[in-house]
T-cell receptor
């Protein structure tokens, strides 16, 4: 079946502009994650959605970052007033969150460059 | 100190060699251990999943967990150039807990 998809694959923007990144999770997956990965670095957790529960926003680096998940499916990560340090790959993952650990399936990421 | 430590490399070995990738951790409550492989400009993909201590083998890959030492390893036998990627370890206390990620080790297999 279809995997996690993300759009756009690349985004170049000017400092101070707002950007929206989209994630389409695997159908039926109840959990959705956003991560940020800077060059040569590991995954930095940003936000987590699980079903109808309140999202875990503990990883958002500032109030310029926000995310929503509509209808328990598609999610949008919004970065307002982008800064150069926001340049990174933004990865989305989804999972079924069964018993045991959480096997996450990742999209290809959106590469954001802030000039 | 990070909860999960992983040497970023790069680790460069000749084709056919046995590769050993490792992570150490500090949280003794971790029970679930995973290895993800990430090719350049792609998202990570799950490679191996183990629960508690012991070994798990899948083809050329073996995952090993030593909870007493808080140390996990991934071994790759007969390494191939197509194994060149970044390998990330991840671990969790259980289904209600976040995955905690290592920084990833960049592996280069030279033909």
């Amino acid at each position: 079946g279809a995997g996690v998809s993300q759009s756009p694959s690349n985004k170049v923007t000017e400092k101070g502009k707002d950007v929206e990144l989209r994630c389409d999770p695997i159908s039926g997956h109840t959990a959705l994650y956003w991560y940020r990965q800077s060059l040569g670095q590991g995954l930095e957790f940003l936000i987590y959605f699980q079903g109808n529960s309140a999202p875990d926003k503990s990883g958002l680096p500032s109030d310029r970052f926000s995310a929503e998940r509509t209808g328990g499916s598609v999610s949008t990560l919004t970065i307002q007033r982008t800064q150069q340090e926001d340049s990174a790959v933004y990865l989305c993952a989804s999972s079924l969150l069964r018993e045991g650990a959480d096997t996450q399936y990742f999209g290809p990421g959106t590469r954001l460059t802030v000039l | 100190q990070k909860e999960v430590e992983q040497d970023p490399g790069p680790l460069s070995v000749p084709e056919g060699a046995i590769v050993s990738l490792n992570c150490t951790y500090s949280n003794s409550a971790f029970q679930y251990f995973m290895w993800y492989r990430q090719y350049s400009r792609k998202g990570p993909e799950l490679l191996m999943y183990t629960y508690s201590s012991g070994n798990k083998e899948d083809g050329r890959f073996t995952a090993q967990v030593d909870k007493s030492s808080k140390y996990i390893s991934l071994f790759i036998r007969d390494s191939q150039p197509s194994d060149s990627a970044t390998y990330l370890c991840a671990m969790s206390e259980g289904s209600n807990y976040q995955l905690i990620w290592g920084a990833g080790t960049k592996l280069i297999i030279k033909p």
